[in-house]
């Protein structure tokens, strides 16, 4: 039988072990690293639900890849193991939800209450109900028998930026309205202000008790990399040195331990693909602008045409020579791309304001410098690379259809 396209990929010996998904963000270790403190005082609240007794409600706060979701999880499998070894004469719950998937009032209180209902046609539906219904549902399912139920609302802040603090208000005054039952939450969120926009009840109710996760230094993340790779990695396929540098690189983003993670993970995955027998430095540098890539050309893709447009006029310029611009030149360029596909064509007022937000969005750099007497104008420069931002830029049919040619020619001429 003739190879099929994937035979030699799947022949070739890989530098990972059976289970990849360990080098994933969302993957939850049976120990975490330099995460002691949290983990002990985060039980220590959490003990009493082992006893049937309703723990205090807990705000989670830290940036983005501190170890907030992790330990959280860890604790419910941790719960969850112990409750498996006690007979005891209530039942424990714990729950998690992501609040960037589930971001209504309506859908929070549905996804908790069809956990507690077995029979199909008497679960919640997806919308239709009166939220006062849904909440009369929900309590009388959850007053049915003992138990203590935790529910985990992670990115909590984007709940209540969408759809206000109906829902918390809800859960928090509950167990005011249950007799044998009991709900806690723990509430996860990298916004510390976002607290300022509760209504003061649910505030004083739900943030009975509050942590703040510090970011991790290079030492600790080295320490969790490490962890990983030898759960990942066959022996031998990772030095000490290229885990530092993951380490290293991901410290200056703020100690942000999903950024190492992803970072060991691509390294490994590029130096798989090209069929080499370890990782070297040259792929931890490789995965960092791959990384990086990935996400700026995410931002490129959702632009506006006409933000587009200008973004293309400075990548033309630069891949030209021309790697130092004023919002004049710029303003030139964008409008012959604009006469060669006939696009309408903004004023040099609006095109600087888009140059602004291209510069916020981290896409290029253009910075105010002084001419003296001349006064003051902005040096616009690409800050990211050129051929791939190109490249995604063209995958719009509009850009596509610039003749470079005659553009080039146009340019040599401004």
């Keep these: 039988m003739e190879d099929n ?12 072990k059976k289970d990849r998904d360990t080098l994933r963000p969302s ?3 049976a120990s975490l690293p330099h995460r002691d403190t949290e983990i002990h005082q985060l039980a220590a609240i959490l003990s009493t639900a082992l006893k049937g007794e309703r723990p205090s409600n807990v705000l989670v706060f830290g940036k983005t890849g501190t170890g907030k979701t992790a330990t959280v999880k860890y604790l419910g499998n941790e719960m969850r ?25 309506y859908g929070i209180l549905a996804h908790i209450g069809n956990r ?59 167990n005011d309205d249950l007799k044998q039952a009991s709900i806690s939450i723990i509430g996860i969120s990298n916004d510390l202000k976002f607290t300022e926009f509760l209504d003061p009840r649910v505030q004083s109710r739900l943030g009975e008790e509050k942590m703040v ?27 000490e040195s290229e885990i530092s540098l993951c380490a290293a690189l991901a410290a200056q983003e703020h100690g942000d331990a999903r950024r190492a993670i992803d970072l060991l993970r691509v390294a490994g995955e ?12 040259k792929y931890v540098y490789k995965a960092k602008n791959k990384i990086e890539l990935d996400c700026i050309a995410e931002v490129i893709r959702t632009l506006p045409t006409q933000s587009k447009l200008v973004l293309y006029g400075i990548v033309l310029s630069a891949d030209n020579g021309s790697n130092k611009l004023t919002t004049g030149q710029v303003y030139d360029v964008y409008k012959e791309l604009c006469a060669s596909i006939g696009a309408s064509v903004l004023t040099q007022r609006r095109v600087a304001d888009l140059i602004s937000e291209l510069d916020m969005l981290g896409t290029i750099n253009a910075r105010v410098i002084s001419k003296g007497r001349y006064g003051r104008t902005r040096e616009i420069s690409l800050s990211v690379p050129i051929q791939e931002t190109k490249d995604v830029l063209e995958e719009d049919d509009e850009v596509h259809a610039i003749s470079l040619p005659t553009i080039y020619k146009q340019m040599r001429l401004l």
């Design 5 to 16: 396209i994937f035979t030699k990929y799947i022949r070739q010996n890989s530098l990972f």
């Design 27 to 29: 993957y939850v270790p």
């Design 81 to 105: 193991s112990y409750t498996k070894e006690k007979a005891e004469d209530f039942t424990l719950h714990y729950y998690y939800i992501n609040c960037e998937v589930v971001d209504t009032n």
């Design 116 to 174: 507690f209902i077995t029979q199909w046609e008497e679960r919640i539906p997806f919308t239709g109900w009166p939220t006062e219904s849904v909440y009369s549902k929900l309590r009388g399912e959850l007053d049915k028998k003992r138990r203590v139920v935790i529910i985990v609302l992670d990115e909590i802040d984007k709940l209540v930026y969408k759809s206000g603090d109906d829902v918390l208000y809800h859960l928090a005054k509950i």
């Design 213 to 239: 996760f510090p970011p991790y230094n290079a030492s600790e993340l080295k320490d969790i990399l490490t962890q990983r790779a030898e759960m990942a990695f066959e022996d031998g396929v990772i030095s």
């Design 270 to 281: 590029l130096a798989d693909r090209d069929s080499q027998e370890k990782i070297s430095e």
